[in-house]
């Protein structure tokens, strides 16, 4: 879809898109895709989702906690397994005899995870870590109380996280609600860790850092595998930085409006944020919202 110059014109809204791609499964993103800020699902995006949950699968891809997430599909009918924290973890979803089997797990190398925690210390960024799908914080600090906001779970303070990370963390995070300083965080640990890590954003607010043989679309692939389809398969919408390599290799994929240069570069679509929808005018457009 380039231009003459090899410059990428800037993705169509979904409605004025023109294309014979005929989706054999759905891929969404959950935060600033399905929910806003607000954490509220317009009701017009739940019935298209779940319409179309009840036609073909549906796949959520997160970079939440598996708990954090899990209210989600059930709100929304799908049953597909969990794509987790950047893809680090795909769960089943829980059965009426037990809970969800873990069908992929792989963390961030301690020594990695260590190196993540001595940066963020020397530069006073609030940094955090996971294990055992719980949110684990040293410091009381409001970029930690954001975050169990938005993820709606609580926090579980520690003497010194260094003792939980050394053991395994699914990922840490930094949280600011400075963008310059977010910016920084991203720029110093990408330099400082380079290939031993994934350092991506999800929300705005946080920098990711996971293991650099993860993604999205590779645990994705693996749901689909059990399918019998691929991503190619998928119409797939998302809206950050984290979501740029599921965009990349769905068969149709669908960007929200306002969203960084870097997703739209790899989207063929637009739609309208959580708030208008946008998520069932893309069900829709393929003719899967009921």
Known sequence: M????????????????????????????????????DLILNPRTRDA???AASRLPVILATGRMYRSALPWPVELGVVQPLVCYQ?????????????????????????VAMAALRIARAHD??????????????????????YARIAQVPIC??????TIVING??????????????????????????????????????????????????????????LGLSLA???AVGDAPNDCEMLAGAGCAVAVRGARDEVLAA??????GPEEGGVADVLAHFSLAG
């Open 2 to 37: 380039s231009d003459t110059a090899g410059i990428r014109p800037a993705p169509p809204p979904i409605g004025d898109l023109h294309v014979a791609f005929t989706p054999r499964l759905a891929v969404l993103d959950i935060d600033g895709t399905l929910i806003g800020a």
């Open 49 to 51: 989702v779940r319409a």
């Open 87 to 111: 893809g680090a973890l795909v769960r089943e979803m829980p059965h009426p005899d037990g809970p969800g089997a873990t069908l992929f797990e792989e963390g961030l190398d301690p020594e």
């Open 125 to 146: 960024w609030h940094i955090q870590a996971y294990q055992d799908d719980d949110l684990i914080c040293d410091v009381d600090r409001p970029e930690a109380h954001l």
């Open 157 to 162: 303070f520690v003497n010194d996280l260094a």
């Open 169 to 226: 963390s699914t990922k840490v995070v930094c949280v600011s609600e400075d963008p310059a300083v977010v910016d920084e965080c991203v720029a110093t640990l990408r330099a400082k860790l380079g290939e031993r890590a994934r350092v991506t954003r999800s929300l705005e607010q946080f920098v990711e850092v996971v293991s650099p043989h993860i993604n999205k679309a590779l645990s994705i692939e693996m749901v689909c595998r059990r």
């Open 233 to 235: 398969d998928a119409v």
């Open 267 to 272: 989207a063929d679509a637009t739609c309208s």
